[in-house]
């Protein structure tokens, strides 16, 4: 019974409670950029003015399909008043979603075996009896926190026309800069991002990139990476998210791509899920 009682007591202190206030804003899953950890219980409330609704926008998703997930609620009071909306999980990067209510409660959960990144989502606080409508023009140009996301504007919805945005990644000094994209589309050969090893295009050009492939991670050689996106007149795409994140001196580059394989647990799963269908 002692044991029960340990147990119950080590999962109680493993949920974590963070809420969220305001117009605009970004959740993060334990330990973004790095991997969630294993058995997470992650609560997040989100409340915005009275008379809006939330929008989320899923900046960056990527947990292990379908055992850790996000529970999307409607509400943010007792229990009995909230309205699972949806559960997501896997690779969702791109997505958005609405939530008829000023408060959600979103629950994300892991289990005891395999991490992945995670998730940034911005939430936005949009009058209740409009739609919402992305930002068409530039974000900042200057992007100094440890870690954050880039995207082009209005992503996930299509990027404008004839526009022209910089983004200048700045890290403290002896410190470098890991940039990874998580989704690209642009119109190929056409609306092109150039990356420079430096602050400005004075630098060396690390490559310019197009079309719907993602490109490799980056790794700048100093404390300072250049971003210049530009699109043409006509055809516009979806665009860009991408993460980047200050490191310490010069750090080797790993493709994402390279996942932890699936160990006997993992096989296990699944050969309990084929059991019970």
Not at 258 to 276: A, E, F, P, Q, V
Request: proline residues 6%.
């Amino acid at each position: 019974m002692s044991t029960l009682i340990i147990l119950a007591s080590f999962f109680q202190l493993c949920i974590a409670q963070l809420n969220f206030e305001g117009s605009t804003g970004i959740l993060y899953s334990p330990n973004y950029p790095d991997n969630y950890s294993n058995n997470a219980n992650v609560v997040y409330t989100v409340t915005v003015p009275v008379g809006n609704y939330i929008h989320l926008t899923f900046l960056d998703f990527e947990t292990e399909n379908p055992y850790d997930f996000l529970n999307i609620l409607q509400g943010g009071g007792d229990d009995d008043e909230l309205v699972s909306l949806k559960n997501v999980s896997g690779e969702q990067t791109g997505t958005s979603m609405d939530i008829s209510d000023s408060q959600s409660t979103l629950i994300f959960k892991s289990d005891l075996t395999t991490t992945y990144r995670g998730f940034a989502i911005r939430f936005d606080a949009v009058k209740a009896g409009t739609l919402f409508s992305p930002t068409n023009s530039c974000p900042s140009p200057l992007h100094a926190s440890s870690f954050g996301i880039v995207t082009t504007p209005s992503f996930p919805y299509n990027y404008p026309n004839n526009i022209s945005c910089s983004y200048l990644l700045l890290a403290p000094a002896a410190h470098t800069i890991i940039l990874q994209f998580v989704a690209f589309n642009t119109e190929d050969g056409y609306d092109i991002v150039w990356i420079y090893d430096g602050s400005n295009n004075s630098f060396p050009l690390i490559g310019k990139y197009s079309g719907n492939k993602i490109p490799p991670i980056i790794n700048s050689s100093g404390n300072a990476l250049y971003l210049y996106f530009r699109s043409d007149l006509v055809n516009n795409f979806q665009g860009f998210s991408g993460i980047y994140n200050s490191v310490s001196g010069v750090q080797p580059v790993t493709d994402p791509s390279t996942k932890s394989k699936k160990n006997l647990l993992n096989w296990l799963k699944g050969k309990i899920g084929n059991s019970s269908n």
